[in-house]
Structure formats: structure tokens, C-alpha cells
């Protein structure tokens, strides 16, 4: 059975949690010019109180309309609050970037948190080890010790909540889809001859009407592909042989994207552009 919601307990947790990711960040950040997030990791999953927070949103029924109505004047937290229920199926550095989030929501009331600091390549401060850590599902980072060594006192912790979820929870710990739940009942006769069962499936979605969503300071779609580790790009006949930079894109066989078209310098030419372009010049940006 999943745990009932006591809103005054929850939120205080929250709130707790909050300001030890916020402090998480300034340790590990003092003396680095990038972000080391296997530091972060490290920081972030052995404290107490931000590993209770996130056991106990897998115990949760987030998808409910309590939990709804009590973050329905801040959508934005509540969005990140129902992905961080299945973070034992989430890659680690996803997590990290959605905790972080999460905080910068709530303190600092800024949600334009540089995601390439997450899920770039490059400059996250790792080694090719921890990179590789970080990429993994952390269900199956703690169960190999990975994340932490066999033994560890985090991770008997870790494991010992898996067990328990896997009877409670089970779709926690191994879930179709992080936008769906389901639930059923199931009664029969001892020898199985007549049974009755209902079965419900919930859907939780998120939407955002937003404006100029190619622009290249927008992050929405960014956030969707890049925790996904894909890379998206639409070639038509007349992009076959794209050369990115940083900002723009240059192309050697399409004149009408020619090199560095600025939307603020030339208007005009940028909404000429059809939507393959425009698309690939997101992407490559970000």
C-alpha cells in the first residue's frame, strides 16, 4: 500500500530537502570552474534528508488529485516532483539536473538553470568512469555498487527500499512509462474457476503553450532529448551537408541558410527559413 500524504509533513521534508541540495551545490562548486557532477552525486545521494525526500515520492501517489491541488500555484515544481517518483529508473545525471532545478524553483524563483552543465560532452568535471556512472539508471548503479561500493551503509540503504518497493510500489522500481500508472484488483475461488478483477490506468501530462520554442534561449525542447542521450536532426534534400558552429548553422549546399543568419540582425531572412532549418539550428546549439 503506498503511504497516505500528510501535506504539512511532505512540504516541510520538501523544504528541508531543498535547502541541502542548494548547499550541495555551493560545496561542490567553491573551487570549480565547471561542475563536477560526480562530486555532486556523491554529496547529493549519501545526505539523509534529500534520499528520504526522494524514497518517499516513490511511496507517494503523486499522480493524485491531492498532490496536485497542493502544488497548483507552483506547476513548475510539481512537474519535476512527479518525474523524481521514478528516479530509480531516471539516469543519475538526469536527477541531478531535475534536483537541481527544483531548487533553483524554489529559492531563487528561476527555472532558466543552465542545462549543458548536465548534459554536455564536455566540462562536467568528470572522469570517464564516473561520466559512464552518471549515465546509468540508478537502480542499476547502486544494485552493481557503482554509485556506491557492495556494503556501503548507502547502499544496504538504497536496496533494502528497492525490496520494500517492489511489493508496494513495484511500477517505482520498474516502470513502463514515468507518465503512466497502473493499479488493479484481482479475487478468485481456491481453485481459480470463476475471477473478477478491474484494472484503471492514469495518465499524468504536462503542458506548456509557449511562444518562439526554436529560439536558441529556449531550453523546452532541450530538456526532453537531451536526458534521452539523443541527438535530433531533420535532413531534407536541401540540408545534406551541415557544418555547426556554436551559434549558427552553416551549410555549404542550402543559400537560403547561409552562414550566421541572426533572427535580431535579419529578421526577414530568418523567417524565410523553413522549419527543417530551423529545427537543426536548435539542435545544434543546444
Do not use: W
Not at 180 to 189: E, K, N, W
Not at 212 to 230: D, K, N
Amino acid at each position: 500500500k503506498l503511504d497516505e500524504l500528510d501535506a504539512d509533513s511532505f512540504c516541510d521534508l520538501l523544504k528541508k530537502s531543498i535547502g541541502e541540495i542548494d548547499n550541495s551545490l555551493s560545496e561542490v562548486t567553491k573551487n570549480a570552474n565547471v561542475l563536477p557532477l560526480d562530486d555532486l552525486a556523491a554529496a547529493i545521494f549519501t545526505n539523509g534528508t534529500i534520499s528520504k525526500l526522494l524514497l518517499l515520492l516513490a511511496r507517494l501517489p503523486v499522480f493524485s488529485k491531492d498532490f496536485g491541488v497542493l502544488f497548483k500555484e507552483s506547476l513548475d515544481v510539481l512537474q519535476i516532483l512527479k518525474k523524481l517518483k521514478y528516479f530509480l529508473n531516471l539516469n543519475i545525471r538526469e536527477t541531478l539536473y531535475l534536483l537541481a532545478k527544483l531548487s533553483s524553483l524554489s529559492l531563487h524563483n528561476n527555472s532558466d538553470l543552465d542545462i549543458t552543465n548536465y548534459f554536455s560532452a564536455a566540462g562536467t568535471g568528470t572522469s570517464e568512469n564516473s561520466e559512464n556512472v552518471l549515465d546509468l539508471r540508478f537502480h542499476g548503479a547502486v544494485k552493481r555498487g557503482l554509485l556506491f561500493p557492495i556494503g556501503h551503509p548507502q547502499q544496504v540503504y538504497f536496496m533494502k527500499e528497492i525490496e520494500h518497493l517492489e511489493k508496494i510500489e513495484p511500477h517505482a522500481v520498474y516502470p513502463t512509462s514515468i507518465y503512466r500508472q497502473s493499479d488493479g484488483c484481482t479475487v478468485a475461488t481456491h481453485d481459480s474457476q470463476k475471477i473478477e478483477a478491474v484494472m484503471s490506468t492514469t495518465l499524468s501530462t504536462s503542458i506548456r503553450i509557449a511562444s518562439h520554442v526554436l529560439a536558441f534561449q529556449s531550453t523546452l525542447l532541450a530538456e526532453i532529448y537531451r536526458p534521452l542521450g539523443r541527438v535530433v536532426m531533420i535532413i531534407d534534400d536541401k540540408l545534406t551537408d551541415a557544418e555547426y558552429t556554436t551559434d549558427y548553422v552553416k551549410t555549404s549546399t542550402n543559400e537560403r541558410a547561409t552562414v550566421a543568419i541572426d533572427p535580431s540582425k535579419d529578421p526577414e531572412a530568418y523567417s524565410k527559413m523553413n522549419i527543417a532549418e530551423q529545427i537543426n539550428r536548435y539542435f545544434a546549439h543546444h
